[in-house]
């Protein structure tokens, strides 16, 4: 596609339930990267994926927060009984390789509540 | 530890005074200082690459240079549509950027 592609834009969800959120990466990009921003604050590395394999998943802030890549495309970061500090918004990014320009989705604004 | 710094948090310009924004930064061998420039509700736009001290890039009303332990965003006549959060990022280990907390401009007519 002509850019990262994410979904869904908005999601509000209930304490204790489970989200998945969706990341389509532009096309040809090896790399995939999950990033978190909550309100007012910076942007914080969650995930990174070369290809299928994440070499560097020191980022998940515990082991509610997984995610997968599948075909070296699609990326879905899965949280697990939601809590209400988790509500922030999940930005996936993606490029070509190491050393290269890393594109931005607009992100998934997660709300718990 | 790599680690980025940006300066101001928050500036405030009236439309045509030039500034420039700080990114200070530490990192055991530089392989790339990146800009962003974010909009509210929007996701990171990219703005420059900067690999080695003494490199400078342009674009409209913005150049970016690097020194071997800050870079600068000079915006020279700032427009009202120039208001945005600029981020300044480290290419760290695994490709992964390392951000700063961001500065927040805002250009007022």
């Known amino acids: 596609g002509a850019g990262v592609s994410q979904s869904p834009s908005n999601k509000v969800t209930e304490k204790g339930k489970d989200v998945e959120l969706r990341c389509d990466p532009i096309?040809?990009?090896?790399?995939l990267y999950w990033y978190r921003q909550s309100l007012g604050q910076g942007l914080e590395f969650l995930i990174y994926?070369?290809?299928?394999?994440?070499?560097?998943k020191s980022g998940l802030p515990s082991d509610r927060f997984s995610a997968e890549r599948t075909g070296g495309s699609v990326s879905t970061l899965t949280i697990q009984r939601t809590q209400q500090e988790d509500s922030a918004v999940y930005l996936c990014?993606?490029?070509?390789?190491?050393?290269?320009?890393?594109?931005f989705g607009e992100g998934s604004w997660l709300t718990v509540v | 530890e790599d680690q980025v710094t940006q300066s101001p948090e928050a500036l405030r310009l009236q439309e045509g005074e030039s500034s420039s924004l700080n990114c200070s930064y530490t990192?055991?061998?530089?392989?790339?200082l990146f800009w962003y420039r974010q909009d509210p509700g929007k996701g990171p736009e990219f703005l420059f690459t900067?690999?080695?001290a003494g490199e400078e890039k342009e674009k409209e009303r913005l150049k970016a240079t690097l020194t071997k332990k800050e870079s600068f965003l000079h915006i020279t006549a700032p427009k009202p549509e120039d208001s945005a959060t600029y981020l300044c990022?480290?290419?760290?280990?695994?490709?992964?950027?390392?951000f700063g907390a961001g500065t927040r401009l805002a250009v007022h007519p």
């Open positions: 990014a993606s490029s070509l390789g190491q050393g290269n320009t890393i594109y």
């Open positions: 096309s040809g990009h090896t790399a």
């Open positions: 994926f070369q290809g299928n394999s994440a070499p560097d």
């Open positions: 990192v055991s061998g530089l392989r790339g």
């Open positions: 900067l690999y080695s």
């Open positions: 990022a480290l290419l760290g280990g695994y490709n992964k950027l390392i």
